[in-house]
């Protein structure tokens, strides 16, 4: 069973950067994993996902500004984001790209406001 648990997140100003991490105790080499964010008063959404073999995708809303990795020696899946706006404001969970339900952790919190 894989548990996964995200860190990273905080309070910052327009502008500004963040790096999520999120580290999996169990194996993931092998899974196609995502990040995905929830705003107050909406639908949990999706991110960002990279497979096993590192092929990425994003969301329209944050091309060109976030960059998903992973590190599966680490068994650790990352989210570099810059240029953050008000609007990114959210909970960030990372889990497979399957969005399974038995994955889901507590998130870490991303408040972007100056």
């Known amino acids: 069973q894989v548990q996964l648990v995200e860190s990273g997140g905080g309070l910052v100003q327009p502008g500004g950067s963040l790096r999520l991490s999120c580290k999996a105790y169990g194996f993931i080499s092998d899974r196609h994993l995502g990040w995905f964010r929830q705003a107050p008063g909406k639908e949990r959404e999706a991110v960002s996902s990279?497979?096993?073999?590192?092929?990425?995708y994003y969301a329209d809303s944050v091309k060109g500004r976030f960059t998903i990795s992973r590190d599966n020696a680490k068994n650790t899946l990352y989210l570099q984001m810059n240029s953050l706006k008000p609007e990114d404001t959210a909970v960030y969970y990372c889990?497979?790209?399957?969005?399974?339900?038995?994955?889901w952790g507590q998130g870490t919190q991303v408040t972007v406001s100056s």
């Open positions: 990279i497979s096993f073999s590192g092929s990425t």
């Open positions: 889990n497979d790209a399957r969005a399974l339900a038995n994955l």
